[in-house]
């Protein structure tokens, strides 16, 4: 009986029929190059300190800007110190409004236009970033990339909004605005925004992340966390992957905070498998010290950042002198 229905089989279907399987999905990208060089903040052993933040990446044979510093000249400067060729960097990300992160980017596109009219031309930001900050009394706008917004148009600059992930290279991803799951209050200010709801207390809505998807696990650049980094990193891990966070790298702005809840986020960053961070800017020198500890890492593995200090992908900190 197998033998006829294996006969009628052969005879009812013709030799150029083959089995249909659908395609194997493509493996999600990875990143497998990546430098990220701080180009502002307050510790220095060669350029320029100031209270801000900057960092120029390179990854896979592209370079981002992310953040501008504070004053206008320093990240240009420092840029030129360390020998970083700003008229071969197209795009910026920029973290948030303040202007600790925005104040030179009219100064640098100004810089580069003329040799390189691409460079430093498509800027992404987080939705909410040119909401209205009033000042007290309404009379006057704290929020520096409003009132510049004219400028930056005069000068060629585009923006990209993104109110939700995207990922903007291969394996590189926008956090977009953060989810605010854990009650981490990490700002200052105490002033408000005009959001399309009307005007509330200002948390920063936009603040935004760069996640760097790696088979060493995420890295994570921050220009201040003001969303909270232990928030940044699960978001990171649920829109991404949920790999160990292999780096993370910026401002946390976590120097004014007290114990317990220093403690507390240093062993939420534990508990996600933190295996360096390259704290620089509001992150804190005590706050630097106390994530060291409590994650388990050591001098090489949790550094404050300075002006030309690094994080390589395969080889860890470069934390040039100072810090070292």
């Not at 100031?50 to 044979?61: K, L, M, N, Q, S």
């Not at 948030?96 to 925005?102: A, C, I, L, W």
């Amino acid at each position: 009986m197998l033998v006829f229905l294996a006969a009628v089989l052969a005879l009812a279907v013709p030799t150029s029929w083959s089995v249909s399987r659908a395609a194997a999905p493509e493996p999600p990208a990875r990143v497998h190059a990546l430098k990220i060089q701080i180009l502002s903040t307050m510790l220095a052993d060669q350029g320029i300190g100031e209270w801000g933040f900057g960092a120029i990446v390179e990854v896979d044979g592209h370079r981002i800007l992310f953040d501008t510093g504070a004053r206008p000249t320093t990240v240009l400067q420092n840029a030129r110190e360390l020998k970083v060729d700003l008229t071969q960097v197209p795009e910026v990300v920029l973290s948030h409004n303040h202007s600790d992160h925005t104040g030179g980017l009219l100064t640098l596109r100004k810089d580069v236009a003329g040799s390189a009219p691409s460079a430093l031309a498509r800027v992404h930001v987080g939705r909410g970033l040119f909401w209205s900050r009033p000042r007290a009394g309404g009379a006057e706008e704290a929020n520096l990339p409003l009132k510049t917004r004219a400028d930056y148009a005069a000068a060629g600059i585009t923006f990209v909004e993104h109110d939700g992930p995207q990922q903007i290279l291969p394996g590189v991803w926008l956090t977009g605005p953060v989810p605010r799951v854990h009650p981490e209050r990490n700002w200052s200010d105490t002033g408000k925004v005009r959001t399309p709801e009307g005007l509330v207390e200002d948390t920063i809505p936009e603040d935004q992340s760069l996640v760097f998807d790696t088979d060493q696990g995420l890295v994570i650049l921050a220009g201040c966390g003001h969303a909270g980094i232990v928030n940044t990193v699960e978001y990171a891990r649920k829109v991404v992957r949920a790999a160990p966070i292999a780096a993370i790298v910026g401002g946390l702005h976590l120097y004014a905070l007290d114990d317990e809840r220093l403690n507390w986020t240093a062993d939420q960053l534990k508990a996600n498998g933190l295996g360096s961070l390259l704290g620089a800017h509001c992150t804190g020198i005590e706050a630097v010290y106390r994530i060291r500890q409590r994650a388990g890492l050591d001098r090489k593995t949790a550094v404050v950042g300075s002006v030309g200090s690094s994080f390589v992908l395969g080889s860890g900190i470069d934390p040039r002198d100072l810090a070292r």
